[in-house]
């Protein structure tokens, strides 16, 4: 106990119980109106019908083609943003150049355009009026209404979100480990196996989660992009929009609690990897600019 | 340092900037930059009359009107309610703060597809809280006061989704502050309040703002998570996110395109604020608390 605290009467140090008590009341019962009713009546509404069409509903054709589509996007789309990730945080933190801080903004843009507006680009770009998109169905190929648009728009919305929670892990860590491995006589790709990416390994995690979850997730973008054809450019998210919108309600949110319990399991994931490394606290899907934190 | 001067030839010891630097800005090019650069030629080859005869048409007036008025009140609801939740799990100890703190993050990991269902769900007149306030017969007229399909819904699909932002944007500036300037305000007589006011707020005020714009911003473009909860009824329930999709599936890309760059302009603008309040941030720590 510091002098300090001798000296200062506990009331000028902390709120009275009553106000303490008050505030957590408040904050309480803010969490479990917004989050805590939500999150259980997802739930609720799925199981409704009972377990027998819940699992009917999981087991149909079109929920599974819905599935493996996500799946095919999110496994595209992460494993190039993480490549992407890895290279900028090297580039940006191992070197000087200049112009880095107009890069870390370019890097951060995907996060603050309107996903609807993210699917409109590609559209512009790639639709039947766009620039390539003549060139494109001249050789019989479709992306936007197609699997392609799909992927391209799931890979914009997730862009940042490796890059972002590497640059500032290596910007910290400095270059002298590399240097050091270096100096001793490993080559460029044993310096990077060996020192770097057992120092960032629980960034990389953790950018791959965050990731991983809006690839899976993303609504809007995809909404634009998608034809909306039914087993066939579906994503699980679109697919619970068809669902609510053909007023099959118990359905729709028996496939919404798929994608709620991969929400908990990303906060479980997130939660455990923030307790393996204190410094990624409080880093994730906030878009505070890089490096400015 | 990775470069060691040679007379005036660099070395550099780490290998790979060219190679990561060159795939860097060819990804950054091709998946981002290009595409976005698309909305602004697209809008380029437009006449004036005609930009300015779609982004001010009055049904684009009451959309922007409304997202913004909508995203301000969530963001505003946010900015209170978020600095409460901030504060408690920084200063006090309860059962199931662990539990809490990380529950703050469920509106950006739950997909806005399914907020928005279950929001529209839970508000509907028969809903479970929707039916507290208002009440729907057999004719189908909603009697008291109706959420879901109405202004209100919107409101509380954005006050959803901003939710984290200002928790997390206020929460480590609480954490680092130094608890002696408090012991110091004691010392010289100030009272909780006082202290609150005059030391601890104006600490947290760059961020709090910070937050603020952040979930403002997000609000404005938001799309998934209002679809289901507003009726989409022009100059009524539509926000620019969705005349926009409405203009998409009308296949008035023009059109489209020329709000698109509205709303982008905005967002730039904020994302510029941000940038401008993280660096007030800055000056505000090193100065005080340095």
Same mark, same amino acid.
């Given at each position: ?15 009275? +119980? ?91 843009? +995907? ?125 699980? +998210? ?56 | ?290």
């Amino acid at each position: 106990m510091s002098a300090a605290e001798k000296i200062i009467a506990p009331h000028r140090r902390t709120e009275p +119980p009553f106000v303490r008590w008050l505030l957590i009341g408040i904050a309480l019962a803010f969490m479990t109106l917004f989050l805590v009713v939500p999150l259980v009546s997802v739930f609720a509404e799925g199981l409704r019908q009972g377990l027998g069409f819940y699992f009917q509903t999981l087991r149909d054709p079109l929920t599974l083609s819905a599935i493996q589509l996500t799946l095919i996007a999110a496994g595209i789309s992460v494993p190039l943003n993480c490549i992407f990730g890895v290279a900028a945080a090297w580039a940006i933190a191992k070197f000087d150049f200049r112009g880095k801080n107009i890069l870390l903004t370019l890097i951060d843009l +995907p996060f603050s355009i309107s996903p609807v507006i993210s699917g409109l680009i590609y559209v512009l770009v790639f639709g039947a009026q766009g620039w390539f998109g003549s060139w494109f169905s001249d050789h019989n190929f479709k992306i936007i209404f197609a699997v392609p648009g799909i992927v391209l728009a799931t890979i914009f919305v997730t862009f940042p979100f490796v890059a972002r929670e590497l640059i500032p892990l290596m910007q910290a860590q400095g270059r002298s480990e590399e240097e050091a491995a270096r100096v001793l006589g490993a080559s460029g790709w044993q310096t990077f196996w060996r020192v770097t990416i057992p120092n960032i390994k629980w960034g990389l995690i953790y950018g791959v989660i965050l990731c991983n979850a809006r690839a899976m997730g993303e609504f809007g973008a995809v909404s634009v992009v998608s034809g909306h054809i039914q087993g066939r450019t579906n994503t699980i +998210p679109l697919h619970v929009q068809i669902l609510y919108e053909s007023d099959n309600f118990a359905g729709a949110f028996a496939v919404a609690s798929l994608l709620t319990f991969l929400a908990l399991v990303t906060l479980v994931l997130k939660t455990w990897v923030e307790y393996k490394n204190d410094a990624l606290r409080g880093t994730a899907f906030t878009p505070v600019p890089i490096g400015k934190k | 340092m990775a470069t060691r001067r040679l007379g005036a030839k660099k070395l550099r010891v780490l290998p790979g900037f060219r190679l990561t630097l060159g795939f860097t800005l060819f990804y950054l090019g091709l998946i981002v930059l290009i595409p976005l650069s698309a909305v602004f030629i697209k809008t380029s080859t437009l006449t004036w009359a005609q930009f300015s005869h779609t982004v001010f048409s009055p049904q684009a007036l009451a959309a922007y009107r409304l997202s913004f008025g909508a995203s301000f009140f969530a963001a505003l609801i946010n900015a209170i309610f978020g600095l409460i939740v901030a504060w408690v799990l920084v200063r006090y100890n309860f059962f199931g703060k662990k539990l809490v703190d990380a529950l703050v993050d469920l509106p950006f990991a739950l997909p806005t597809a399914v907020a928005g269902i279950t929001l529209a769900t839970l508000y509907a007149p028969n809903g479970w809280i929707g039916h507290f306030f208002g009440s729907i017969d057999k004719s189908g007229n909603v009697h008291g006061l109706q959420i879901s399909y109405t202004q209100l819904g919107i409101f509380i699909a954005l006050t959803f989704i901003g939710l984290p932002f200002i928790v997390r944007t206020v929460q480590p500036v609480l954490e680092d502050f130094d608890p002696e300037l408090e012991d110091a305000a004691a010392s010289l007589g100030a009272n909780r309040w006082q202290i609150f006011w005059r030391v601890i707020f104006p600490t947290l005020t760059p961020a709090l703002l910070t937050g603020f714009a952040l979930a403002f911003a997000r609000a404005l473009g938001e799309y998934g998570s209002v679809v289901f909860i507003s009726s989409n009824i022009p100059m009524k329930t539509q926000i620019v996110p969705l005349l926009i999709m409405n203009e998409l599936d009308g296949f008035q890309y023009a059109k489209a395109t020329a709000l698109a760059v509205v709303m982008l302009v905005i967002s730039f603008l904020i994302l510029l604020a941000v940038n401008v309040l993280q660096w007030w941030s800055n000056c505000y720590n090193t100065n005080n608390l340095a």
